[in-house]
Antibody, heavy 117, light 107 residues
Framework: EVQMVESGGGLIQPGGSLRLSCAVS????????IIWVRQAPGKGLEWVSM???????YYADSVKGRFIMSRDISNNIVFLQMDSLRLDDTALYYC???????????WGQGTLVTVSS | EVVLTQSPATLSLSPGERATLSCRAS?????LSWYQKKPGQAPRLLIY???NRATGVPPRFSGSDSGTDFTLTISSLEPEDFAVYYC??????????FGGGTTVEIK
């Protein structure tokens, strides 16, 4: 059974840092495209970042230079290091598996990040 | 960047009625997916590659396209279908983009 479990969210002041984790079971992260998607309160879904099977990473313009996505292959975990957090980064952050032309088929339940002074 | 514009923003219908949701792309895309989102739940993949139902999705959900206009149709609304629906494209990226969503609410 595929499971993706996020953790690491919380309340943080503007300018602070958080590291989100996504523990995966049921498939190998290094063989798949893994993404982070967020949903701000009352807003729609927004893609944040992606890591390819070869380790290449891509970022939305809104987080480029501030967020870094990485993975721990031995433990099958994906991370999102978030630095210089801003008020508009407040959102529920989901990790998910993206199957290129076959959609985003597996999602975690999300971890809430609240940036507030 | 491919912009996906969903319409209408809100659809007010009764159970048993047909729902037709639109997603217009700003340029041609190859892989268009649809998701259902309920409060407190993760998004659920319904349709991928325009018209293919994901595993376990009932046949009342169908997808189609006409050029850059994509449609999600729910043939007869069940009570559990009232939710927010998003389209998403991956073919021209980054960025991977989502539409703004359509809320299907009970009339």
């Amino acid at each position: 059974e595929v499971q993706m479990v996020e953790s690491g969210g919380g309340l943080i002041q503007p300018g602070g840092s958080l590291r989100l984790s996504c523990a995966v079971s049921g498939f190998v992260v290094s063989h798949n495209y893994i993404i982070w998607v967020r949903q701000a309160p009352g807003k729609g879904l927004e893609w944040v970042s992606m890591i390819y099977s070869d380790g290449t990473t891509y970022y939305a313009d809104s987080v480029k230079g501030r967020f870094i996505m990485s993975r721990d292959i031995s433990n099958n975990i994906v991370f999102l290091q978030m630095d210089s957090l801003r008020l508009d980064d407040t959102a529920l952050y989901y990790c998910a598996r993206e199957l290129y032309g076959e959609g985003i088929d597996s999602w975690g339940q999300g971890t809430l990040v609240t940036v507030s002074s | 960047e491919v912009v996906l514009t969903q319409s209408p923003a809100t659809l007010s219908l009764s159970p048993g009625e047909r729902a037709t949701l639109s997603c217009r792309a700003s340029q041609s895309v190859r892989f268009l997916s649809w998701y259902q989102k309920k409060p407190g739940q993760a998004p659920r993949l319904l349709i991928y590659d325009t018209s293919n139902r994901a595993t376990g999705v009932p046949p009342r959900f169908s997808g189609s396209d006409s050029g850059t206009d994509f449609t999600l149709t729910i043939s007869s609304l069940e009570p559990e279908d009232f939710a927010v629906y998003y389209c998403q494209q991956r073919s021209k990226w980054p960025p991977l983009t989502f539409g703004g969503g359509t809320t299907v609410e009970i009339k």
